[in-house]
């Protein structure tokens, strides 16, 4: 189990102390990618989804309990912010 605060690279990647952790049941856009149903978005919506994830998470300490690696050998965990579970 990991306890930190974190840093958001992505909608669904965050970073302990250099160490990247994927989330669990997250699959939010590459912040390369854009929205191309919702227009009227002005910022791609990886970028949107990073956006909002680090407003999730804000200054809180981040509880990650490691599940498993994928196929390109990254960490997965399922994680939570103050107890409110981010993914299963």
Known sequence: MLVRQA???DGGTIEFQGKR???AGIDAPELVSIALTLPELSAPAGRAAA???ADHIGRA???CNRK???RY???IA???VAG????S
């Open 68 to 70: 498993q690696r994928d």
């Open 73 to 75: 050998k990254r960490l």
């Open 51 to 53: 956006f909002a994830l």
């Open 84 to 87: 409110a579970d981010d993914a």
């Open 21 to 23: 952790i994927r989330l």
């Open 61 to 63: 300490s981040v509880t």
């Open 7 to 9: 840093t958001v690279i």
């Open 78 to 80: 399922a994680c939570s």
